[in-house]
């Protein structure tokens, strides 16, 4: 069983912690969508998850901790950048274009926590870290584009469905894609 109370610890993400984060995005990738998308599903969707390494460059992107141990326990971050979610390697769903604060939604993004530290308070950490950001920067709204292993967290912490979708079919394969959004007043 995790410890739930297990202290937590947080920092930007830098260069150096990219593999780390690769390997921790594969593993819940893998492991977390299990009971909410079929096998072929959890493959599809790799089309469209994984790491965009502008986060990183944007420093925007956070890396939490297990503080005893050191280990990561989760990443994810939020962005001024229009893309509403996929990797470095999704091309067709990417959008550089810096948002305006004052009349667009700041974006969620790339939200993992490691199978071992679910249920510990690192999604909903990472949420109110991004959250805070934006705020900070001006924005007014926040919304992502969500995975089923992902909507749970989202609602819990406030945010509602606006619009059910699909990611582009990989294979004929589709997985869905909710947009998800909440007031960051
Ligand atoms: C989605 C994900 C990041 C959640 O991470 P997490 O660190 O376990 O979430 P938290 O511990 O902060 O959960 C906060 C609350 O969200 C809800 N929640 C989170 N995961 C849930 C689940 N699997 N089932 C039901 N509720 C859930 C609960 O209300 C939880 O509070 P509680 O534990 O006190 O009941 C993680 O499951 C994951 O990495 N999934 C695979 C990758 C993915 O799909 N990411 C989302 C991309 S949009």
């Given at each position: 069983m995790p410890d739930r109370n297990a202290?937590?610890?947080?920092?930007?993400?830098?260069?150096?912690?990219?593999?780390?984060?690769?390997?921790?995005?594969?593993?819940?990738?893998?492991?977390?969508?299990?009971?909410?998308l079929t096998p072929a599903q959890i493959s599809a969707s790799r089309g469209s998850m994984g790491l965009d390494t502008s986060l990183i460059r944007d420093r925007t992107y956070f890396i939490v901790e297990d503080e005893l141990t050191g280990e990561m326990a989760g990443c994810g971050g939020w962005s001024r950048r229009a893309t509403l979610y996929g990797g470095d390697h999704s091309a067709a769903l990417r959008d550089e274009r810096l948002l305006d604060p004052e009349t667009e939604p700041a974006k969620i993004r790339a939200m993992y926590t490691h199978p071992n530290h679910t249920r510990k308070g690192v999604g909903r950490l990472i949420l109110s870290l991004g959250e805070a950001a934006a705020r900070q920067e001006?924005?007014?709204r926040i919304e992502m584009g969500a995975t089923m292993a992902g909507v749970p967290l989202y609602e819990a912490c406030g945010y509602h469905i606006i619009e059910k979708g699909m990611a582009a079919p990989v294979d004929g394969i589709e997985v869905p894609v909710w947009r998800m959004g909440k007031s960051l007043l």
């Open positions: 202290p937590l610890s947080h920092r930007l993400a830098t260069e150096a912690d990219l593999d780390s984060i690769r390997a921790l995005m594969d593993v819940a990738i893998a492991e977390l969508q299990k009971g909410v001006g924005f007014t």
